[in-house]
Structures are given as structure tokens and as C-alpha cells.
């Protein structure tokens, strides 16, 4: 079983409605997590991190964590062709060392 | 502004040859690290260090080294360059842990 699991998509959703990207992880001591964008040919840039139980939200971005689940999601909110990208989920576990082990991304199409 | 710049963004080398790939953030973080990028194997760790002379290593260290001599440069280096290494290479540095600012990759291929 992979660290980190994310459906790899391609997850299509029509402009204006909600995107749903779920993460699950499979070590418990995980501690923080966190969402990265990834545009075709760019690098990650962070958008998102949670630390506790519950939601996050940040602008049309919201993070939901439930540890007892061992799941992350994130919802992205009246989606925009813009927000077509690979989205990365990541979790660190402080007891080892504060490595950061990345999921293999869900691909999103934001269709006008 | 935030900058990791990483100094090729496209090499070609023969299969034997060392190869270095270097890394400069301009923002004084104490951790850095480097990653590469495989379609269907997503990002994976090769190698990091949290300060200088320091280093750590990844999930996927084997044929490969790093250097850190001073806190702002962090240097992968293939020591004998294998038709499997040909991948993406994407350095990072962070101030507080899992906040990663990436630099633009270095597409490397071995031929």
C-alpha cells in the first residue's frame, strides 16, 4: 500500500460547480498536510495546509482533515478553467524527520 | 519575492558521466531538499539537509550524493549517470516544515 493515495483522474467538473479531491494516508503519526497545484510543466506551489481535525478554508479552497479516517480532501468552489492542474497531496510526519511524502496527484479539467 | 533557482533546466549526458545539478534560495531557509518527478511514480525524495554540512536521506538516495557547503546552495550530484535517472529533478527549500517553494526543475537525460 502506497504512503499516499489519490485517485489520479482525470477529474472533470463543468466551470462554476465544486471540485472534490480526496487523499488517503496510511501512517498514523502523520501529523500536517498539505495540498499542492501543479500546472502542466511547472513545479508545485503550495496552496493549502491543515494541521487539526475539521476544515480550512482559504478563498474558494477549502481543506478537510479527519484523522481518524486517515483522509484528506479539498474542495475547490465555483471552479474556473484556471484551476485546471494536477493538485499533490502531501502529509509529514514529524517523527521521521520531517520528510514530506507527496501523493500521485489527481488530475483536474475545468471545463467551460 | 520567494526564488529557488536551479541552474539547467534541460542537461543530455552519456550513460558513466557525473553530473551536477545545483540549487540557490534566496530566502535564508534552514532545510532544502531535492526531488524527482516520474509520470506515474509522483515526487519522491532523494535526498535532504536541514543545515549545512548536514544531510539526510530520502526515500530514494541510491546513486546519488548532495552537498551542502553553504546554507543558501544545495548540489545533487550523479555520480555515475544511468539511463534510469533520466527524470525530472525539482530542488525545494522551506522554513517551516512541509511548506515547500520549488525551483523550475532540471529535465535531465541520460542517454
Known amino acids: 500500500q502506497k504512503e499516499v493515495e ?15 479531491l480526496n ?3 496510511s501512517d498514523r503519526g502523520s501529523q500536517s498536510f498539505f495540498w499542492y497545484r501543479q500546472y502542466s510543466g511547472k513545479s508545485p506551489e503550495l496552496i493549502m495546509f ?17 484523522k481518524a ?4 480532501s479539498l474542495l475547490i468552489r465555483d471552479s474556473q478553467p484556471s484551476d485546471s492542474a494536477t493538485y499533490l ?24 | 519575492d520567494v526564488k529557488v533557482t536551479q541552474s539547467s533546466r534541460y542537461l543530455v549526458k552519456r550513460t558513466g558521466e557525473k553530473v551536477f545539478l545545483e540549487c540557490v534560495q534566496d530566502m535564508d531557509h534552514e532545510n532544502m531538499f531535492w526531488y524527482r518527478q516520474d509520470p506515474g511514480l509522483g515526487l519522491r525524495l532523494i535526498y535532504f539537509s536541514y543545515d549545512v554540512k548536514m544531510k539526510e536521506k530520502g526515500d530514494i538516495p541510491e546513486g546519488y550524493s548532495v552537498s551542502r557547503e553553504k546554507k543558501e546552495r544545495f548540489s545533487l550530484i550523479l555520480e555515475s549517470a544511468s539511463t534510469n535517472q533520466t527524470s525530472m529533478y525539482l530542488c525545494a527549500s522551506s522554513l517551516k516544515p512541509g511548506e515547500l517553494f520549488f525551483g523550475e526543475g532540471s529535465r535531465l537525460t541520460v542517454l
Open chain 1, 23 to 25: 487523499c488517503t494516508y
Open chain 1, 6 to 20: 489519490q485517485n489520479s483522474g482525470p477529474l472533470s467538473v463543468p466551470e462554476g460547480a465544486i471540485a472534490s
Open chain 1, 50 to 66: 491543515i494541521y487539526s481535525n475539521g476544515d480550512k478554508e482559504d478563498g474558494r479552497f477549502t481543506a478537510q482533515l479527519n
Open chain 1, 69 to 72: 479516517s486517515q483522509y484528506v
Open chain 1, 89 to 112: 497531496c502531501a502529509v509529514n510526519i514529524w517523527a521521521a524527520g520531517n520528510k514530506l511524502t507527496f501523493g500521485g496527484g489527481t488530475r483536474v479539467l475545468v471545463k467551460p
